[in-house]
T-cell receptor
Framework: DAGVIQSPRHEVTEMGQEVTLRCKPI?????LFWYRQTMMRGLELLIY????????DSGMPEDRFSAKMPNASFSTLKIQPSEPRDSAVYFC??????????????FGPGTRLTVL | SQQGEEDPQALSIQEGENATMNCSYK?????LQWYRQNSGRGLVHLIL?????REKHSGRLRVTLDTSKKSSSLLITASRAADTASYFC????????????FGSGTKLNVKP
């Protein structure tokens, strides 16, 4: 199994540009999570999906952020327009929740975003 | 907030010594998990302990959970330089096992 796949691994963009981060969860996992990690705020849950449906987006910082999961094997996190304070490492994680509360989350390698 | 808090924030030990990290949280949980993050990499799951368990072992790792004190500890025995990483605890919420809260982590440095 290839694990959770994220692309790109690094993204440098200018303020105001649109940024799209991509994630492919582990096959058979039915929950997908987007996190953001910064030195100041640590690891924050932005949004998560169950069976491709967004369940909780209370962690999404503002309307500039949006996430989609069109099918079980693909999700995107979009920032439009991007700002320097969005610079962070963005992680995608997936999990099989059919077993209830006792399954671990598997994390992707992350996308390091720098907004100039 | 449910967020777990690790203690200490940083720990430096010699190879071969044991390393103990602590985590405290605020509300009832279904499970608590420990993760490791090497510099510049993603998080790797180490161990999960359920709320009805008190201790769990995995190789050189020992995790304890005290739900009355809302705290957990991670012990790494006979540490190695390769154990150098940040360690995070993650808790869910009793009414929502899909929502994980991560602490700020303990940065462990194992000197060869």
């Amino acid at each position: 199994d290839a694990g959770v796949i994220q692309s790109p691994r690094h993204e440098v963009t200018e303020m105001g540009q649109e940024v799209t981060l991509r994630c492919k969860p582990i096959s058979g996992h039915n929950s997908l999570f987007w996190y953001r990690q910064t030195m100041m705020r640590g690891l924050e849950l932005l949004i998560y999906f169950n069976n491709n449906v967004p369940i909780d987006d209370s962690g999404m910082p503002e309307d500039r952020f949006s996430a989609k999961m069109p099918n079980a094997s693909f999700s995107t996190l979009k920032i439009q327009p991007s700002e320097p304070r969005d610079s962070a490492v963005y992680f995608c994680a997936s999990r099989r929740t059919s077993g209830g509360a006792y399954n671990e989350q598997f994390f992707g390698p992350g996308t390091r975003l720098t907004v100039l | 907030s449910q967020q777990g808090e690790e203690d200490p924030q940083a720990l430096s030990i010699q190879e071969g010594e044991n390393a103990t990290m602590n985590c405290s949280y605020k509300t009832s949980i279904n499970n608590l998990q420990w993760y490791r993050q090497n510099s510049g990499r993603g998080l790797v799951h180490l161990i999960l302990i359920r709320s009805n368990e008190r201790e769990k072992h995995s190789g050189r790792l020992r995790v304890t959970l005290d739900t009355s004190k809302k705290s957990s500890s991670l012990l790494i025995t006979a540490s190695r330089a390769a154990d150098t990483a940040s360690y995070f605890c993650a808790t869910d919420a009793k009414d929502n096992f899909n929502k994980f809260y991560f602490g700020s982590g303990t940065k462990l440095n194992v000197k060869p």
